[in-house]
């Protein structure tokens, strides 16, 4: 069976995994980029979403709110990789991306000797990712383990039995994931993430800020990615994750472009609010 035959069309929520793998295609030919994605270009092009650009939307609104998705995706991708790294440098050998899909840290960083990355994500789009990698042939910088699971299901115990150990720290990673989660499932991913984390682990997180669904989904096209958004962060991030046992900061997408020198130049349309970026640290 050739890699053709073993393709997965992306579809569902999955699907808009490609669109970011895209996006991130684009930060990496940029002469400033913020981060290098050599593999984002080919799981793309699976996708259908190489080299021909999506058709942007007639109305401006619109447009603009797309290419602010894309801006924070960029934003966001180097938030989590200075959070990876931090938690290496703090002797964190143990990493756990949650809803994967093409995320391709395991090799595109360098980890340090003993590391050991997660991947947990449903068999679709892991399989689709298995083929691009074969094609690629491309080697994981640390020891790469998938884990096949349903994040609605029992994914603790898979990925216990995929080795993982939790009485010792771990980087969690939840990127772009929980805005597509309702306000229960959103507790019980925190819960079940606290009760396999070692005094010492560390979370990422991003989250819809506080408007986002109503600002973004009014008119998105049925099947687009802001159509399935159904979660917001609460009013007091910080505070709501203390109650999960996480000493937490919170910052806006805003606040860290300009850090990384891409300083976002138009006024905000309404005074922010708390920011859509959590670094957590498990006390």
Known sequence: MTDEQERVQPSGVWATAVGVARVRALETEREDALFH??????????GGLWPSSPQLPDDEAARRRRLAVSF??????????????????????QIVLLGAGMDSRAFRMDWPEGTRLFEVDTAAPLDFKASVLRREEA?????????PVDLREDWPAALAAA???????TAWIAEGLLIYLPEDAVELLLARIGAQSAPGSRMGLTLGSRGVIERFTTDAAP?????LWVSEMPDDPVHWLAGHGW???????????AAYGRPITTPPQREEGPGGLISALRR
């Open 223 to 227: 099947g687009s990615a802001a159509s």
């Open 72 to 93: 924070s995706v960029v934003i966001r991708t180097k938030f989590l990789d200075d959070l990876l790294q931090q938690a290496c440098a703090a002797g964190v050998r």
């Open 247 to 257: 000493d937490a900061s919170c910052h806006t997408i805003r606040e860290r472009a």
């Open 139 to 147: 080697v994981a910088r640390c020891e790469r383990i998938t884990v």
């Open 37 to 46: 994605d050599p593999l984002a270009r080919a799981f793309a092009a699976a």
């Open 163 to 169: 080795g993982h150990d939790p009485s010792v720290p």
